[in-house]
């Protein structure tokens, strides 16, 4: 089971690119790894997900190296809505074995 | 729609009551979840139910007891639950397709234990 490591917290300013890492030394061959936004009482909510090399959606970008011990999330010119926590999931759908990171907290300044 | 219901919102228990937690999803979803989250916590998989059956238990205790009646609602059965147990009890559900399962949470129901 991979154990999934991420800063405490970070601070950005409105308008700025933010990258967020995810450590997973112990990964497996067959995880994917997920990055969900969570603000305060709610669910965590989907951003994106991939396997290896790099994967961009409409809202941010997931860069994971050959060999996956870790995985960067980038988000383009964030805004102050995008303060919240941010939280890497790795996991195998043929296992049910997921384990989520331990979370950055992310605060955009004005 | 991506949408994962949970009912109730908050819920506040003694320590003797029996209560249930109530998840739907209406997505055609063939996997369904329980998180346990306590407060600056990251979320820890408590049960999976595949195509209805029970896969995964990590090792929870017994006074937390799921059911999925059908594919598309999952119940989780609380008794005799301990103060520790307050938490935010968050349900997902994925549609189980191979090469990358993408799981979608509900709100959560916030658990006060007294």
């Known amino acids: 089971l991979a154990k999934t490591t991420q800063p405490i917290s970070m601070d950005s300013y409105e308008g700025q690119e933010v990258n967020i890492t995810c450590s997973h030394n112990n990964i497996a061959t067959n995880d994917y790894i997920t990055w969900y936004q969570q603000f305060p009482s709610q669910g965590p909510r989907f951003i994106i997900q991939g396997y290896k090399t790099k994967v961009t959606n409409e809202v941010a970008s997931l860069f994971i190296p050959a060999d996956r011990k870790s995985s960067t999330l980038s988000l383009p010119r964030v805004s102050l809505s995008d303060t919240a926590v941010y939280y890497c999931?790795?996991?195998?759908?043929?296992?049910?074995?997921?384990?989520f990171g331990t979370g950055t907290r992310l605060k955009v300044l004005a | 729609d991506t949408e994962v219901t949970q009912t109730p919102k908050h819920l506040v228990m003694g320590m003797t009551n029996k209560k249930s937690l109530k998840c739907e999803q209406h997505m055609g979803h063939r996997a369904m979840y329980w998180y346990k989250q306590k407060a600056k916590k990251p979320p820890e998989l408590m049960f999976v139910y595949s195509y209805e059956k029970l896969s995964i238990n990590e090792s929870v205790p017994s006074r937390f007891s799921p059911e999925c009646p059908n594919s598309s609602l999952l119940n989780l059965h609380l008794h005799a639950l301990q103060p520790e147990d307050s938490a935010l009890y968050l349900c997902a559900s994925s549609l189980m397709t191979s090469g990358g399962d993408t799981q979608y949470f509900g709100p959560g129901t916030r658990l006060t234990v007294l």
């Open positions: 999931l790795v996991g195998d759908e043929g296992t049910y074995k997921y384990i």
